[in-house]
């Protein structure tokens, strides 16, 4: 049986159906590394049943299933998928934010876009044909969250996207650290979850940095801003720590390119002197937000600065992250595989990278059982353990 820091996945359930993993090209090597993960551990698992019916192909060298987006020289698609999937249990991964793949469009080259991705995954959704036993959809940026709400006359894109997707089938949408998971309002009688990946950011720190204390004496986690409090007040309690907020003070007399101006980053919480400090995120976009942040904490005396986030879109480039980690400013910046990585990125001294694929194996393995992931969802346990481990 696969085990996780110890604890045992214990799958004796009949599988919902035989397991069909499809990634789109965009999330290709994550998909990859998931299936070495659940290979591995369905060859090793002894289950008295594997010979019968049900359990039909529940062993094989791969789960990965051949499905194409060839593109017509005007730039439009289809999806194909060249095997079977007639009763499978299919996992569908996308990655939108994957801005090295292109295509061609009339004789020029086109990058692709977060639209072109989402508009993919519908055209593989729409070749299954509802021939599969069930669907379901691991977005990790979910497309189109950061508009999840209506502040003046404009699109609900997010809640749109869902609801188009459970139109055309899914069952169920996982996806990781979610904007504002009050998005699923959207599609009420459906499966939803916003994973987080609060254990793999500790484990992270803790292979990477070998003398990190992680206790109230030497460490405080920090949010960025008040809509990130959630997220930092669940690992400051986690990990027994102090927490500390910024919230964004803005210029509401005026507006630039579209929104108020912040003025400054005012600080709430008690003092970072002499501290590690950990700013939690959910994406780092530009990176000048963070960035203005772990300024600030400075100025207030705070020891080395880390950042973890999910996501690392680096929308501007890497330069003012270099330039931040030589002046000092900041110690080590972590963020996921779940999206693209540039391959300077992967290079980089201040990065450190935190594999998502086994965490994504558990829970494919583990729904495919029709088990269910609560334990999975929340870490606190498993955190728990590598503290100890650490700490002798």
């Not at 194909?80 to 991964?93: K, T």
């Not at 980690?325 to 990125?345: A, D, K, S």
């Amino acid at each position: 049986m696969a085990t996780q820091s110890g604890e045992i996945r214990n799958l004796e359930s009949i599988p919902v159906g035989s397991l069909g993993i499809i990634p789109l090209e965009g999330c290709r090597e994550l998909g990859e590394k998931v299936n070495q993960y659940l290979v591995e551990w369905r060859t090793e698992r002894e289950n008295e049943h594997k010979d019968s019916l049900a359990f039909a192909g529940y062993q094989r060298d791969s789960y990965l299933l051949d499905a194409k987006v060839p593109r017509f020289g005007t730039g439009e698609a289809k999806g194909v998928i060249n095997e079977s999937v007639r009763g499978d249990d299919l996992y569908i991964m996308v990655d939108v934010c994957n801005h090295s793949l292109t295509y061609s469009l009339c004789g020029k080259t086109n990058r692709m876009s977060p639209d072109d991705h989402y508009q993919d995954l519908k055209r593989i959704i729409a070749a299954v044909g509802g021939k599969a036993r069930r669907i379901t959809v691991i977005m990790p940026f979910l497309y189109e969250s950061r508009q999840h709400k209506r502040s003046s006359r404009e699109s609900l894109d997010c809640a749109l996207a869902l609801q188009e997707l459970v139109y055309m089938g899914v069952d169920n949408i996982i996806t990781f650290d979610a904007h504002d998971p009050r998005v699923q309002n959207a599609i009420p009688l459906h499966g939803f979850e916003t994973v987080q990946p609060a254990y793999q950011f500790i484990k992270g720190l803790v292979n990477n940095v070998p003398d990190i204390k992680l206790d109230a004496e030497h460490m405080m986690m920090i949010s960025p801003d008040e809509g990130g409090m959630s997220r930092a007040i669940y690992m400051a309690n986690v990990l027994g720590l102090d927490m500390g907020m910024f919230y964004k003070r803005r210029d509401y007399t005026r507006i630039v390119d579209g929104r108020n101006p912040i003025v400054a980053h005012e600080f709430l919480g008690t003092s970072v002197d002499g501290k590690d400090v950990i700013i939690i995120d959910d994406m780092i976009s530009s990176g000048e937000s963070v960035l203005e942040v772990a300024s600030a904490l400075k100025a207030r005396k705070a020891n080395r600065i880390f950042i973890a986030s999910t996501f690392g879109l680096f929308t501007n480039g890497l330069e003012k992250f270099d330039k931040a980690f030589e002046e000092g400013l900041i110690y080590r910046v972590l963020t996921t595989n779940l999206i693209y990585q540039t391959p300077e990125l992967l290079n980089r001294e201040w990065y450190i990278n935190c594999d998502m694929s086994k965490y994504i194996a558990y829970i494919i393995d583990t729904l495919n059982h029709d088990s269910s992931i609560s334990d999975l969802l929340n870490p606190s346990e498993r955190i728990q353990n590598l503290l100890k481990e650490h700490n002798k």
